[in-house]
């Protein structure tokens, strides 16, 4: 409703001034004018130029994704985890209830998580990346990633020293990455934390991780 009225204000603002009726006829040939210039067929080399584009795009982020996990996280890599990693990532991981800021935050966290589970691996179960036609906003690109983990209770973890289990769960992963450096701006990680607690016997209410 208040949309139909602001384009009637509008309508009669271009008509009682002369300036801007003027402005809206330049403004609609100018839109005529160009869908005259476009065929059927150039609509259709466009279109297919853009699904190139956003395929080439797309798996750009699907194996900067793939490095993120299996040559950065599984292998506790600082060098590969710093290039694709924004200096000011922020992120929420599974194990600590207050979020991160900056690489020297996040490396900290994958080496208390490998320490307290050896063998520490991710494996990606499925991907959706955004297209550019969703994802322009703010000039990122989102993913969602759906993992499966698994490690060996190796040190303490939980509240609960290491206990020689091999334990395994679910999660869930969210990025936005930076649309030109295809850095990682935000990680929010969501997982199975109950059914890994009842794993390894620690108590709902234990955290793993403080600091």
Request: net charge positive.
């Amino acid at each position: 409703m208040h949309k139909h009225k602001h384009k009637n204000t509008q309508a009669a603002a271009g008509r009682g001034n002369p300036t801007a009726k003027a402005f809206y006829r330049q403004d609609k040939n100018k839109i005529k004018q160009l869908f005259r210039t476009m065929n059927t067929e150039q609509q259709q080399q466009h279109l297919q130029q853009q699904y190139r584009m956003d395929a080439s795009k797309e798996q750009q982020v699907q194996a900067l994704l793939e490095r993120y996990y299996y040559q950065g996280w599984n292998k506790s890599n600082e060098t590969i985890m710093t290039q694709v990693l924004d200096p000011n990532v922020q992120f929420r991981g599974t194990f600590r209830r207050k979020p991160l800021r900056g690489t020297a935050n996040f490396l900290n966290y994958m080496h208390q998580s490998h320490r307290a589970l050896a063998n520490n691996t991710i494996e990606i179960q499925d991907v959706c990346i955004s297209s550019t036609s969703n994802m322009t906003e703010g000039g990122h690109y989102k993913a969602a990633v759906r993992l499966l983990n698994h490690g060996v209770h190796r040190g303490d973890f939980f509240g609960i020293p290491g206990s020689g289990h091999e334990v395994s769960w679910a999660s869930a992963a969210f990025f936005t990455l930076h649309s030109e450096t295809l850095q990682i701006i935000d990680i929010w990680v969501v997982g199975d934390i109950d059914g890994l607690k009842h794993q390894i016997g620690a108590p709902v209410e234990a955290i793993a991780f403080e600091t």
